[in-house]
Each structure stands twice: as C-alpha cells, then as structure tokens.
C-alpha cells in the first residue's frame, strides 16, 4: 500500500507564498512521476504542475513563472513553491503519483489534498 500525504496549505495574502510538501510512503519501488492538481469550487480538476523521475517538469500556463515543483531524487517527497499567489489559486491542492509498488505493478495513487485560500 502506497499513501501521499500532503501538507502546507493555509490562508494568505495576495502575493504571497506558500510552499506545499507531499510526501509518498509505503510499499514503493519507484515513482515515475508525481503532480499537483488543484480544484476551486465550481471548477474541474486541472493539472498545475508535474515532475517525471528524469527531473523533467511542465506547468499549466497560468501558474508558469509563479510556482515551482521540485523533488528529491527518487520523488518520495515533491514540492510546489507557489511565489505572488493570486486569489484565483485559492483551491484544494492535491497530488497524485504514478508508483511502482514492490510487486512492480504500476499504479497512480491521489493524496487527500490541503486547502490554499488566497485572500485579503
């Protein structure tokens, strides 16, 4: 079993910064990649951020130049550094991996996601 437990989340100011944490544990062999998603109220799901195992990254376009994901070299931990927040990033925050377990079967695993509220 494969659990992602993410943490960070909170209220801020427009233009401020948060950073995110998700860190993977259980029966892992590998992790192949991992990303943020987010959902506001009333929206679909959208991917903001991903990160292969080669280090390989992409970012939705309305986030590009504000956030940052980064990980440790086998992606059990990744982060979203997220610079001159804007109160349309205000969201659940959640990350998803897709994991090789110790069977070597593949899987995508989803954290239970963190609350960022962006407001004055």
């Known amino acids: 079993q494969v659990q992602l437990v993410e943490s960070g989340g909170g209220l801020v100011q427009p233009g401020g910064s948060l950073r995110l944490s998700c860190a993977a544990s259980?029966?892992?062999?590998?992790?192949?990649?991992m990303g943020w998603y987010r959902q506001a109220p009333g929206k679909q799901r959208e991917l903001v951020a991903h990160i292969i195992s080669s280090g390989s990254t992409n970012y939705a376009d309305s986030v590009k130049d504000r956030f940052t994901i980064s990980g440790d070299n086998a992606l059990n931990t990744v982060y979203l550094q997220m610079n001159s927040l804007k109160p349309e990033d205000t969201a659940v925050y959640s990350c998803?991996?897709?994991?090789?377990?110790?069977?070597?079967?593949?899987?995508?695993?989803w954290g239970q996601g963190t609350l960022v509220t962006v407001s004055s």
């Open positions: 259980g029966s892992i062999f590998s992790i192949n990649g």
């Open positions: 998803n991996a897709q994991v090789v377990n110790t069977a070597r079967a593949l899987f995508e695993v």
